[in-house]
């Protein structure tokens, strides 16, 4: 399967920006909102993002085997694609699916034992896990790499 999200929408500079720079996004609207009315911005923002990305690609409600859905989000949200994060493994939990990644853009530059948890990333896993399975979730993080996990990772309840 060929999957595309080159937009092309800069001429010379490309389509990706400098993660310094998204870091300063965050903190202004941290600034600006609050700390809780911006994670639930970030997280809705993620979300979005990650249900366009599986529509744009026509893969919303496929019925994918997980270790595919795995392999298509490690496409679109890697290296080879938006380079948000690294998917290590997508596994079924109880009521749910949990997502092991690393190299999240929310986790980047933050020093060890930072409070910062996922948002925008988890926001887009979970889009677009929502897009691909058909399922409404709620993420919560349960391992950080910032707090001594090799991974980050978030498990998505699986609602009504």
């Not at 092309?8 to 609207?29: M, N, P, Y």
């Amino acid at each position: 399967m060929s999957i595309s999200i080159e937009n092309d929408l800069r001429s010379e500079l490309g389509d990706f920006s400098s993660i310094v720079c998204f870091k300063a996004v965050v903190t202004g609207i941290q600034e600006a909102l609050g700390e809780k009315a911006a994670l639930i911005a970030l997280v809705s923002a993620g979300r979005q993002r990650g249900k366009q990305l599986i529509e744009e690609l026509g893969l919303a409600n496929g019925n994918l085997p997980l270790p595919e859905v795995a392999q298509l989000m490690q496409k679109i949200l890697g290296k080879d694609g938006t380079r948000l994060c690294l998917i290590d493994a997508i596994e079924e939990c109880e009521n749910g699916f949990r997502v092991a990644c690393r190299e999240t853009i929310c986790s980047s530059g933050e020093a060890p034992g930072s409070p910062i948890t996922l948002s925008y990333t988890l926001g887009a896993l979970q889009g677009a896990l929502e897009a691909v399975t058909g399922k409404r979730l709620r993420g919560k993080q349960v391992e950080s790499v910032l707090r001594g996990s090799s991974q980050d990772v978030v498990e998505f309840a699986i609602l009504g």
